[in-house]
């Protein structure tokens, strides 16, 4: 028997009703067990996303949790039907905001395991049956289908049986009372009663009381509860008002407003006590939760494998069919006899992989693949630790020999830590939907779903929601967040980081407590925004995550529909659905293979013959001459400028260096100069050095090919193989314990490794050298099998640069067309290169870039205003009926589709007309009227009024009307060019500051592209970067100051300045459009973009020649002989035309001398960057004087 001093909350929205509930689940079980409670359910709205986290923390609390939902039910309609509900004869609204839509409230609790999959299959059929906007609706006839171990009680104020009372339809609500009863059973219905002091509670009290009474219906009550305590009540109308973008100053919907609250502070953890003095009257209604949670007792199967079966020919099963797909593939990879080592190998994994149980796995993934490469859509050649494989190499998975490559395969299946395989495929971008399609169609539609995930409020979200919320200017939110510290790899400090002298970043929060400190709104802000942060604020969906199952998901967990495209998505995370048996494989769309992919087509398309990646060579001389200068812009994974410098410093000549450079360019290796050391030891410049002269033979077969460096995992795991005796399963066992970094682990891991290295005769100080190296780079050394991976995608976009730099840059300007920064970027990387952009044709324009020749020709649907369908048209057109000879023929020869007066004058403006002979001024003078002319023509032609003619043999062989193009001249080249960047978003046929390029690298610290892609860059640094002004906006702020916005532009890039007070009022008279000048500015960050906050604005020296000597300034004191030969080395591979004069300075002097007469450097951007990366940013001197000697 229950107690009768307990109770049980059975009505309990968390986090995971989006929006609405602010209690964390954590908390929200911790106030529970503090307050007595050993059980407690959950009744999320409409949904089922959070009941495995609230099972599992429940657990490990000894709470009994109870799964449960508050579900949107239709109230005796359809939850097929999309109407809205009108309720009685009378048609009347609900005087509930819930119940006004289609669906009123009721809450479901699982009283047993076979409940909670029923449970599933309602809220999964809710949605993808009875989506209703936001809302996934179930009806009478779905919960009679499933209602087998589950009860319900009648709702909340939202549900049908209390709506129809407060319309006074008594008779209905007895009725829909005994339906659902008789739905689920006397003893699993309850009537559901609630008190938080609301007058729409007090009307249907008495009716619920007489329908319990006439039905036999027990009583059950709960409290609405919407957060853990009662102080979160302030917080949980902040997240209200977040929800509905609301400010806590706009009156409610109970005081006559719009913005929804709740009334009153109860929706807590009320304790036992509580419950039972507000319903001391009824105390059988407090008796029954107990005894609810007595009935209820479910189970979450945790050793579940539902892998998809793979279809397997007759008499195989899919052991002895993975070991013969390993077989045939070991022959198609090695034609001339498949060598003994390679055969051990495969041996050796095959072996472990069916042991494991894994051949279905590897015969899905490889089948999959096999039917993407058929139908022609790219595959990456290995991501991951799965390209370790020599079966995936076998199988067709990945495409990188692993032995040749030094790759472990028990980097990616480990015998002695068994987990699934991970296998990551890339697939050109565009075509990645339909592979997800075919496995779909192949393992069952209702097999397979992406995968949910569940966005929270960060740090400074929750302080700028504050701050709007609470009605305070926006740059108050504003203040705060920029006094944070910034992003540490992507992650911001917590809020309770800032105040907790153990966080590793509480020095760097200093900023940020004393701007709180000082102001006492702000202290508002952080401590509403406590209560809103890493609460849950909306789902998405996983970039690449698949879910595949052998059974039917909605028998396994809980499903949904997106509504805007029907897609099927869990409703449990990854993790979650994983620790559940399910098999997450990823799908991954990477755009540099739909590159590579249009550079192949572009390829054949110029006349030029056909290649295959695959038979691409690793040593190609250009490829590496390529990557040695440097010119790695549009290359994947080696275009960022510190990138680019870093190459020009290594000067790759092997494919293990373009590996390498993947590896070290991170934060981490970075951190400990590994890519500095890398470079310095390949070129001779630093002596490559034993971790311990015992060492040196032993890991020479491990080390020798970084020049002593640990850069990948698998040396780790290889040096405690050759060091300590450990197999590499036990070796990668080790590498994860040494990258935690805790103390009592790493002590514990030593033991065994110090005795291994004993027992094989090492010194105790040889142990200890190879240990205190090999502990801090095990925790950031990289997966040589992705890198290497990711490394051959890297060779390809080089080499394809390299030797087809055309067709590629033809390919990678389409990839970006939507992008206006790094459409710039790469056009202006074009002109490096020589190679020449034309404008948009409607002769030999394609939709998209081509390559024609030595040029490439922009597609017609970058042209603003044109779509896709347009562009479709007018190319049929010139295929079916000919080149257009004038505008009259092109007018005549589209569809009535193409002739738009908006259409047709971007068109010209882009100068899409130019090879018919007319100049864009005059055609813009007659295109309104030639277009009226010709769409009555065509309207004529489809009523078929011209046909009967044609039959007739009277048809004109031309067309049907004549436009007259007038003779006047052209637009100077100033409009010309305005008019090309308002239709295309950046200069085409020249630019402004053409001439001007090597005057602005000089004068800026770095181009604006690169600044703007560096998102390493603190928030707060400064940054001097030139060009052309293409916008100026002045205004004036609320206090009357004015202040200025500015478009800044290179021949790259651009980037917003903002001019403000002292600033602006000494540099107003200099901004000016099309002025060119150079501005130092402090880096501003808001969310995603960058603005410079002006500080300085002075004009370039623009009578600066091409051929000036270059001036490099170096104080006296580091003019050293390494630091001069280190120079030369720099200049001399950027060879040119411009002298080098280095000025020597010390206080008060400066002497300038002629470097070496015979050195001359080509002044270039990658030049700049690379003395500012030697010798620093003011390095480059902007005056010269008569040199010495």
Known sequence: MASESGFVHLHVH??????????????????????????????????????????????????????????????????????????????????????????????????????????????????????????????????????????????????????????????????????????????????ELMDHGLEIERRTIKGLLNIAEQIGAPLVATNDLHYTKKDDAHAHEVLLAVQSGSTLDEPTYDNGGSRFAFSGDGYYVKTAEEMRRTWSELPEACDNTLLIAERCEVEFPTDANYMPRFPVPDGEDENSWFIKEVERGLHKRYPDGIPDDVRRQADYETGVIVQLGFSGYFLVVADFIEWAKNQGIRVGPGRGSAAGSMASYAMGITELDPLRHGLIFERFLNPE??????????????????????????????????????????????????????????????????????????????????????????????????????????????????????????????????????????????IMKRPQDGAIITQFDYPTSEGLGLIKMDFLGLRNLTILDDALRNIVANGKDPIELEDIPLDDPATYQLLGSGNTLGVFQLDGGPMRALLRQMRPDNFEDISAVIALYRPGPMGMNSHTNYALRKTGLQEITPIHPELAEPLADVLDGTYGLIVYQEQVQKAAQVLAGYSLGQADLLRRAMGKKKKEILEKEFIPFQAGMRERGYSDPAIQAVWDTLVPFAGYAFNKAHSAGYGVVAYWTAFLKANYPTEYMAGLLTSVRDDKDKSALYLNECRRMGITVLPPDVNSSDA????????????????????????????????????????????DKVPAVVCNKRTIESLIKSGAFDSLGHARRALLLVHEQAVDSVIGVKRKEAEGQFDLFADLGGADEGPSFAVQVPEVPDWDKKQRLAFEREMLGLYVSDHPLSGLEHVLSAAADVPIATLMADEDRPDGSTVLVAGLITSLQRKMSKQGNPWAAVTLEDMAGSVEIMFFGETYLAYSTVLAEDAVIVVRGRVRRRDDTMQLQAMEVSLPDVSAVADAPVVVTLPESRATVPVVDRLREVLHTHPGVSEVHLRLTRPGRATVVRLDPGLRVERSPALYGDLKALLGPSCLASSVAAPVG
């Open 417 to 558: 830590r068994v987990s699934w395989p991970d296998v990551d495929v890339d697939f050109d971008e565009r075509r990645r939907g339909e592979v997800i399609r075919y496995v779909t169609e192949k393992y069952g539609d209702d097999r397979v779903a992406q995968i949910v995930t569940y966005g929270t409020i960060k740090a400074k979200q929750a302080l700028k929601d504050s701050s709007r919320v609470l009605g305070l200017p926006f740059a108050m939110g504003e203040k705060l967040t920029k006094a944070m510290p910034p992003a540490v790899m992507g992650k911001d400090i917590t809020l309770s980081g800032i105040y907790n002298p153990d966080d590793p970043r509480y020095p760097e929060a200093e900023e940020f407590r004393q701007v709180v400190q000082a102001d006492p709104e702000a202290q508002r802000v952080l401590e509403t925004a406590r209560g809103l942060e890493n609460l849950k604020r909306q789902w998405g969906v996983h970039a690449a995550g698949v879910i595949m199952s052998s059974e039917p998901l909605l028998d396994i967990i809980p």
């Open 14 to 191: 968390t986090e995971y009703s989006m929006l609405d509930g602010a209690a964390r689940i954590g908390e929200l079980l911790d106030e529970a067990q503090r307050v007595g409670q050993n059980a407690m359910a959950i009744t999320d709205h409409g949904y089922l996303f959070g009941a495995y986290d609230f099972y599992a923390q429940a657990r490990k609390r000894g709470i009994k949790p109870i799964i449960g939902v508050e579900a949107y039910v239709t109230p005796g309609t359809s939850r097929f039907d999309q109407n809205r509900v009108r309720w009685g004869e009378a048609h009347q609204a609900s005087d509930d905001v819930s119940a006004r839509g289609a669906y009123t409230h009721m809450t479901l609790l699982s009283r047993s395991t076979e409940g909670m999959h029923n449970l599933f299959r309602l809220g999964s059929l809710a949605s993808i049956e009875g989506q209703m906007g936001k809302w996934p609706r179930m009806d009478r006839e779905l919960i009679s289908r499933y209602s087998e171990g589950l009860i319900a009680t009648s709702g909340c104020p939202s549900s049908e049986i209390q709506t129809r009372l407060r319309l006074g339809h008594d008779a209905e609500a007895l009725r829909a009372a005994g339906e659902l009863q008789d739905i689920f059973g006397k003893d699993n219905f309850y009537i």
């Open 848 to 891: 998209l870039f081509t390559a024609v020749g030595a040029d490439i020709r922009f597609g017609l649907t970058a042209v603003r205003n044109v779509g896709a369908n347009v562009v479709a048209e007018i190319v049929k057109a010139r295929q079916e009926k000919g080149d257009f000879t004038s505008f009259t023929d092109f007018l």
